[in-house]
């Protein structure tokens, strides 16, 4: 027999022994703990989004899911990490519109969304609101867009670094507004908060989970909910489309997806626990807290919904001079 085909051969056999293992894996998974990989530090938005699915969905998976975080680079760190780990199901990443903005913005990253990981679902999403001190002394989103006019370049907005959603944000309302804007990047929201309720920084787009508590105590003015929708934990914020600024949707989303490959009975039952663990009651009351809107979508509409996004972004950095015009 030549060379060529006993090469076949021993392919085919080996192919026929590891397709009952791996069916038999598929039919008992998951048999141990389940980590979720998250790319921010804890008490980031999508780390308490994380940890409230993880603790609803351990009953519905029969196992405990444990949330990892690996922070850095824009979450690229833990996006690599799972990319590269084995496709058995216990090893998830959490990606949000930050991982794909970074993507977009570091084309050298060594992974990419749209290519590297098995989509398993759309969980769904965070309002980002645009804020200012009350020292600004403006109360709309209209009469910003006319101070920043009244002062070109002189008004700032921060931002959690570039090439990150919150920039991404402050570049876009620049655009849409025909104003000039000084960013200011810090290494985490609470810094970028902090430095705008004490007037150093005019702005900042922050997820709602992060600010509802300065709000509430007069020290941060909310102008925009920069959604579809008013989010519902600040339902008297007006969208920014209702502020004047229509088609302005910068929510954060959050998913699911595992390493490239997964075998689709795995997908079946995430997708199915991913989708019933919000409507746990204690889970259900935690998001809400939390400035959660829940929109879920399965693995090939969330497939479809990252390209739609790598699209859409990939314009605003364009124009924002951030990507190569070639």
Do not use: C
Not at 191 to 216: C, E, H, K, W, Y
Not at 280 to 294: E, I, N, R, T
């Amino acid at each position: 027999m030549p060379l060529i085909d006993r090469r076949t051969m021993s392919l085919l056999s080996l192919t026929t022994i590891l397709s009952p293992a791996t069916a038999l894996a598929a039919e008992t998974y998951p048999s141990r703990p389940i980590h979720l990989v998250v790319g921010f530090t804890a008490g980031a938005t999508s780390d308490v989004i994380a940890r409230i699915f993880a603790q609803a969905a351990d009953p519905l998976l029969g196992q405990q899911v444990v949330v990892e975080n690996k922070p850095g680079a824009g979450s690229s760190i833990a996006a690599e990490y799972v990319a590269h780990a084995a496709t058995d199901g216990y090893t998830l990443f959490v990606p949000t519109l930050s991982t794909l903005t970074d993507e977009i913005v570091h084309p050298d990253r060594r992974v990419s969304l749209t290519k590297d990981f098995s989509p398993i679902a759309l969980l769904g999403s965070i309002a980002i609101v645009l804020v200012v001190s009350p020292s600004v002394n403006v109360h709309s989103v209209a009469e910003l867009i006319a101070l920043a006019k009244s002062k070109p370049g002189q008004l700032s907005f921060a931002s959690v670094g570039a090439g990150t959603l919150l920039h991404l944000a402050g570049v876009l309302f620049a655009q849409r507004a025909g104003v000039k804007l000084l960013h200011v990047p810090y290494p985490g929201s609470p810094q970028a908060v902090t430095d705008v309720i004490a007037g150093r920084v005019t702005m900042v787009f922050a997820p709602a989970s992060s600010i509802i508590g300065q709000l509430a105590a007069g020290k941060l003015v909310a102008l925009g909910t920069a959604a579809e929708k008013r989010s519902s934990a600040l339902p008297n914020v007006p969208t920014m489309a209702e502020a004047g600024m229509p088609n302005f949707d910068t929510s954060l989303w959050l998913g699911l997806m595992g390493p490239a490959g997964l075998p689709k009975p795995m997908v079946e039952k995430l997708t199915t626990a991913t989708k019933n663990a919000p409507q746990a009651p204690s889970a259900k009351q935690a998001l809400v807290k939390q400035g959660y809107d829940s929109n879920y979508l399965g693995p090939e509409q969330f497939a479809a919904y990252v390209k739609s996004e790598h699209a859409r972004w990939s314009a605003v950095a364009r124009a924002a001079g951030l990507l190569s015009k070639s």
